[in-house]
């Protein structure tokens, strides 16, 4: 749904309520996809004021058949909330792709998705909820003013109908995840180095012997063997089975914090209210020190290892649980914080580690179906986060900083040797140029969130945070590098090179999901891509390059395909620019084309003129040789 009066649209969000609130009205049982949870409760909530305002009794009584489903709610809530859904009971449910997949959600009649869900076989899965067997059904896409989302809009037919599926990525070779793969292969067989590389990739024989080290794996020789490294009698691997998996997954990817041994809680009481209620949950690290006497471990005597590897063949008997219980399929963070309702110490939600910064900070809004809470507490070593009700004239957002170093270049990938007319060449303006992928460490540091009014969308007051040091997270990126004569371009037509850059790497980053399979979120804590963001005051010297990283520790795979597609995604980020038809004074460009809603510095340093130019001058560099 693209509405083209510029300035007078009202907000996605509002709109998929409205939309929401008229079918349930009406008696159409409706689902309400959303990317990001908090826009879920967003849209549950602008719905049930809707109906709460109506004359008519029998849409009021709409109000109680509505709810939100989402991740990090409490297992028996979500199987209620299932239930009511399955028999019947509920009009409307707002959820996020929690209810995309693996659910038989029955019969309903329309589906609504507050933005394109990143791929077209995401669309399609979230669309085949409603109108099952012959009935007819209702589906509505509400378009962010994004890049990606105007583009599906306006041209359907390439993007969504009789398009090929994008490409599938993966990074099999992370490390944050094939630890976890070849844990759980273990359990079920032995790894054996020779073998197994086959299935695990080159990385495997470095991370079994990091993963030996810290006692995960056990060592061991078939019955009757020689003495290690005689022939045929290659080591066996197998997983501990006296290690406590729930402690030992989330110690092995502790945050940055508790490496540093930073302990401490953050209180933010509200006016009026008193001491905590509930006590703070007792410190669980003494009981880890027991784990150093396991069989395995730096602390355990030959005779107890020589005990367990002679009992190896008993070793999944002795596992109460597969390791496979305990790792996250839809995160790769493992620890999740607590919310607490103070009132009653009730845990009402869970929020994954990684996102726990920009949702559950002292002082931050917080909803949950339907009602808003405001948080007080905040403890980051016993990961909890007490919450109390409140109805405040705002929300919250917060305000971050993030730095991108690369520390480590692949091969390349493509060359390109396209020059401007009267270039000469030497080695100093006509260095290749190459799209390229690497490792890259990002700092992301929480300093300030802004109270922003519900009613006008004006920052009423920004609050300074002290929270602990910066979170580093490794990642992938892919990027090209600006030759210099492309700088020197932009001075020659008076445009901002750096505001270019920055709407360029905008633009690359909201086309990416047109090709490969990821997302691209409004929301910067669980996106699949983000980009290098100047701030407006910052004096610091930034390369003059075009990067896009993945917000997944240790990547997905996205960068290395990225880079090998990188003529066509700079070619498709140069169409979207074009076709926008924006035109400001300020050349600051527009949603629809080089801002971006999850821009952690608000936008303020671009330049669409420069960004085009940019864009122009890198699709010429490298389509040159194809």
């Known amino acids: 749904l693209a509405l083209r009066r510029r300035n007078r649209r009202r907000s996605p969000h509002m709109e998929t309520a409205h939309l929401l609130a008229q079918l349930v009205r009406f008696g159409f049982k409706t689902i309400a996809f959303c990317k990001v949870r908090k826009v879920c409760e967003i849209v549950l909530e602008r719905a049930q004021e ?42 409307g449910v707002v959820a996020t792709s929690a209810l995309e997949l693996g659910i038989d959600v029955g019969s309903l009649d329309a589906s609504l998705h507050l933005g394109f869900p990143g791929s077209v076989s995401s669309f399609f899965q979230q669309a085949g909820r409603c109108g099952r067997g012959k009935a007819d059904s209702l589906t509505i896409l509400v378009g962010y003013g994004s890049p990606l989302d105007q583009y599906v809009v306006q041209n359907p037919e390439s993007t969504v109908f009789g398009k090929a599926f994008p490409s599938a990525v993966v990074d099999p070779e992370n490390p944050f995840i094939l630890k976890k793969h070849v844990l759980c292969a273990s359990f079920e067989d032995p790894i054996r180095l020779s073998r197994d590389a086959l299935y695990f990739g080159g990385m495997l024989p470095g991370v079994v012997q990091d993963m030996e080290e810290k006692g995960w794996l056990r060592r061991f020789h078939l019955p009757g063997g020689a003495a290690s490294g005689a022939a045929g009698q290659e080591p066996l691997f197998r997983c501990n089975a006296a290690v406590r998996w729930e402690k030992e997954l989330r110690q092995a990817h502790a ?117 808003r809470y405001v948080v007080t507490y905040l403890d980051i070593h016993d990961l909890v986060a007490y919450v109390e ?29 396209w020059l401007p007319d009267g270039a000469r060449g030497d080695t100093k303006t006509t260095t290749a140029v190459r799209a390229r992928h690497g490792r890259v460490m990002v700092t992301t540091s929480v300093f300030a969130y802004h109270k922003i009014s519900l009613k006008t969308g004006n920052v009423l007051e920004t609050v300074p ?75 610091v010297r930034r390369p003059s390059r075009i990067l896009v990283y993945e917000s997944q520790k240790g990547g997905l795979g996205v960068s290395m395909m990225g880079s090998l597609i990188m003529p066509e995604l700079i070619s498709l980020a140069v169409s979207v620019v074009k076709s926008c038809p924006c035109a400001n004074e300020d050349g600051l460009g527009c949603p629809e084309c080089i801002q971006s809603t999850s821009c952690p510095e608000y936008n303020e340093v671009l330049d669409k003129e420069a960004a085009l130019l940019i864009l122009e001058c890198m699709k010429k560099i490298l389509t040159s040789n194809s």
């Open 389 to 417: 009700r409140c109805d405040p004239p705002y929300y919250t957002s917060q305000a971050d900083h993030r730095e991108v170093t690369v520390t480590h270049i692949f091969p390349p990938a493509k060359t390109g040797a």
């Open 50 to 91: 809707m109906l709460r305002k109506s004359k008519w009794k029998r849409d009021r009584e709409c109000i109680g058949r509505m709810k939100s489903y989402r991740a990090g709610y409490q297992l028996e809530q979500r199987r209620r909330i299932e239930k009511e859904l399955f028999g019947g009971r509920l009009s």
């Open 465 to 539: 945070l002290h929270l602990p040091p910066p979170i580093q997270m490794q990642t992938k990126a892919f990027w090209v590098d600006i030759p210099p004569w492309v700088q020197l371009e932009c001075r020659k037509r008076e445009r901002d090179f750096k505001g270019g850059v920055h709407g360029a790497a905008h633009v690359l980053a909201a086309v990416t999901p047109l090709r490969l399979l990821c997302d691209r979120h409004a929301d910067l804590a669980t996106e699949d891509l983000a980009t290098e963001c100047p701030n407006v005051k910052e004096n």
């Open 255 to 371: 945050s940055q914090h508790q490496k540093n041994n930073f302990r401490g809680a953050y209180n933010h009481p509200l006016p009026g209210s008193g001491p905590l209620t509930s006590a703070t949950p007792a410190d669980s690290r003494a009981s880890d020190a027991s784990l150093g006497s396991l069989p395995g471990r730096a602390g355990a005597s030959r005779a107890e290892e020589a005990e367990a590897r002679a009992n190896i063949q008993d070793v999944a008997l002795e596992q109460v649980r597969s390791p496979a219980f305990d790792v996250a399929l839809r995160n790769i963070n493992e620890k999740e914080y607590q919310v607490i309702f103070k009132d009653t110490g009730e845990v009402i939600d869970h929020v994954d580690e990684g996102r726990a910064f920009f949702e559950v900070y002292p002082g931050a809004t917080y909803l949950q179906q339907g009602l």
